[in-house]
């Protein structure tokens, strides 16, 4: 069998050898879940691609879990400043065995200046809108994104089997979006409009030596802005995580960092999948060594933007 029959099948949802293009959306959830996620579906493909719980944060378990550790390290954080100042009398020792001390207060109480909470909030808007086919803005919006992806070629119908050949998993591309909301469309859109070069190597698996069984590029696109709404904490009020209070740091000097994120979270995740050699079932592998690669960067302290991210530099206009 060819590597592009190989291809070919996996678009059509066809990994056990079986044409599934009709799925039962009802076995899929809102924006809170993950995207690609199997629940009680025996008849799907064992999709691997989408996030499982584990992999989130936003359970009200972990979320409490993650709350007791912070007032623990604010308690840790001042046993040391009181040991340092009244027994010791210098922060010089303590800072040695402590070097996180001081961060704790940040974490739990981040602040954010005006321009950060007015696009925090837009951002968060956007977020909340779900793909909805019967509007025709998002209809032109699907419209755009082939134009951009196959410049020249004649626009298929909103039902067609070309619409694989982009990575969808059947011949309704609105079926995809799920839980991803039309936020992920739009990031496919800024990533083909702001980065062509970078877009056009990704969609057409130009840079590397490539698996036989390859990830599906929009589908891929789809679970790369539900992994960065997970990793930000950007769900409902105030990011409280490292990362996400460092994404709002970027939001101060850029509008839409979110989708510039993404575009390097996308060329991250390619990258790895060539450094791996990693193929179709090994993709939320793939995707979780590129959630951890980015927290190490936003980590950074000479991280203050996007452009400042060393992955950034992977990109290509």
């Given at each position: 069998m060819s590597a592009s029959t190989l291809r070919r099948r996996l678009h059509h949802g066809d990994v056990d050898g079986k044409r599934k293009e009709h799925f039962d959306t009802s076995c899929y959830g809102s924006l809170s879940e993950p995207l690609l996620k199997i629940h009680e579906c025996d008849d799907l493909p064992a999709l691997v691609m989408g996030l499982t719980l584990e992999d989130i944060w936003n359970s009200q378990q972990r979320r409490q879990c993650h709350h007791w550790t912070l007032i623990f390290s604010q308690l840790m954080d001042e046993w040391a400043h009181w040991l340092a100042n009244i027994v010791l009398g210098s922060g010089s020792l303590i800072g040695r065995f402590f070097p996180f001390a001081g961060q704790s207060r940040d974490i739990l109480h981040p602040y954010f200046g005006p321009l950060q909470e007015e696009r925090l909030r837009k951002l968060q808007q956007r977020l909340g809108v779900s793909f909805d086919r019967?509007?025709?803005?998002?209809?032109?919006?699907?419209?755009?994104?082939?134009?951009?992806?196959?410049?020249?070629?004649?626009?298929?119908?909103?039902?067609?089997?070309?619409?694989?050949?982009?990575?969808?998993?059947?011949?309704?591309?609105?079926?995809?979006?799920?839980?991803?909301?039309?936020?992920?469309?739009?990031?496919?859109?800024?990533?083909?409009?702001?980065?062509?070069?970078?877009?056009?190597?990704?969609?057409?698996?130009?840079?590397g030596t490539r698996a036989k069984w390859e990830y599906p590029f929009a589908v891929a696109g789809i679970n790369i802005s539900f992994m960065l709404l997970q990793m930000l904490d950007l769900q409902t009020g105030k990011p409280s995580t490292l990362a996400g209070i460092k994404f709002a740091e970027f939001l101060a000097g850029d509008e839409m960092a979110f989708d510039n994120l993404y575009c390097v979270?996308?060329?991250?995740?390619?990258?790895?999948?060539?450094?791996?050699?990693?193929?179709?079932?090994?993709?939320?592998?793939?995707?979780?060594?590129?959630?951890?690669?980015?927290?190490?960067?936003?980590?950074?302290?000479?991280?203050?933007?996007?452009?400042?991210?060393?992955?950034?530099?992977?990109?290509?206009?």
């Amino acid at each position: 069998m060819s590597a592009s029959t190989l291809r070919r099948r996996l678009h059509h949802g066809d990994v056990d050898g079986k044409r599934k293009e009709h799925f039962d959306t009802s076995c899929y959830g809102s924006l809170s879940e993950p995207l690609l996620k199997i629940h009680e579906c025996d008849d799907l493909p064992a999709l691997v691609m989408g996030l499982t719980l584990e992999d989130i944060w936003n359970s009200q378990q972990r979320r409490q879990c993650h709350h007791w550790t912070l007032i623990f390290s604010q308690l840790m954080d001042e046993w040391a400043h009181w040991l340092a100042n009244i027994v010791l009398g210098s922060g010089s020792l303590i800072g040695r065995f402590f070097p996180f001390a001081g961060q704790s207060r940040d974490i739990l109480h981040p602040y954010f200046g005006p321009l950060q909470e007015e696009r925090l909030r837009k951002l968060q808007q956007r977020l909340g809108v779900s793909f909805d086919r019967s509007q025709v803005v998002h209809q032109d919006a699907l419209k755009l994104l082939w134009r951009l992806a196959y410049p020249g070629r004649e626009l298929p119908s909103l039902k067609s089997d070309l619409w694989k050949e982009m990575g969808w998993q059947g011949s309704d591309p609105s079926t995809d979006f799920r839980g991803g909301g039309f936020v992920s469309l739009e990031n496919l859109i800024f990533f083909a409009k702001m980065y062509p070069d970078s877009f056009q190597r990704l969609l057409h698996k130009k840079d590397g030596t490539r698996a036989k069984w390859e990830y599906p590029f929009a589908v891929a696109g789809i679970n790369i802005s539900f992994m960065l709404l997970q990793m930000l904490d950007l769900q409902t009020g105030k990011p409280s995580t490292l990362a996400g209070i460092k994404f709002a740091e970027f939001l101060a000097g850029d509008e839409m960092a979110f989708d510039n994120l993404y575009c390097v979270a996308f060329q991250m995740m390619d990258a790895q999948w060539l450094a791996k050699r990693a193929s179709y079932m090994e993709f939320n592998d793939v995707l979780k060594s590129t959630r951890m690669e980015l927290e190490r960067e936003l980590a950074r302290k000479d991280v203050h933007r996007v452009k400042d991210l060393p992955a950034y530099n992977l990109l290509k206009g």
